[in-house]
């Protein structure tokens, strides 16, 4: 019986064996007090609060026993600190990357999250760019190219990236290769990890990303 482990995020094709080169874990920050009071961080930087040192915590702490050579990070202080946290506890060093911060909201930073979905529309809908920010495009941009780059030069490390929501949901997306409004990338919860495998490309697709199938998220 056919009992499949992975499946190929570039197309959905199920593998019950698979030859691994590598995982890469992406990781979001952990908790900061404006997580907390529901407002919108941004590039605004903001440290991580005593929930999200825990946070951070339990996550290094997974993390400690699956031999991460490499940790990559956005500089922002909400995520370096859950990356030296993670670090603490595997021994890798960590690159920081400013590619990997979070979507620039312009003027909407700071404002409470229920008073700009009234004012311009929850999240995917608002207008960033004309409130000062960048586009979600651009986000995917700028994301995917770090993440290329990086695994360019780390292909066959064990590597955890550590980013922020948005940046990590357009990442998913793009892999995934889902339309923008189905994504279901973009609710990771703080300190949440997702596990990819690096592996042979896929005989269907040609694509070389795998999630487990535990975590394969509904159509
Ligand atoms: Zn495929």
Known sequence: MFMPNYFCMGCGKEYSDLKIKS???LVRHGETDWNKEERILGQTDMPLNETGIKQAEATANLLKDKHIDLIVSSDLVRA???AE?????TGAEIIL??????LYCGSLEGMYIPEVNEKYGSFLDRPYKELGGETFEEVEERAMKALLNHRKDHEHK???LVSHGALLGLVLKNIRKIEHAKSTGLDIGNAEVIKLEIGEPCDNCG????E????????
């Open 212 to 219: 487990s199938v535990e975590r394969r998220p509904s159509a």
């Open 97 to 102: 990357d400013r590619s990997l911060r979070e």
């Open 80 to 82: 370096r600190k859950t």
């Open 85 to 89: 946290i993670i670090a603490k506890a």
């Open 207 to 210: 694509g070389d990303l795998y």
């Open 158 to 160: 064990n590597v955890v």
């Open 23 to 25: 995982n890469w874990f």
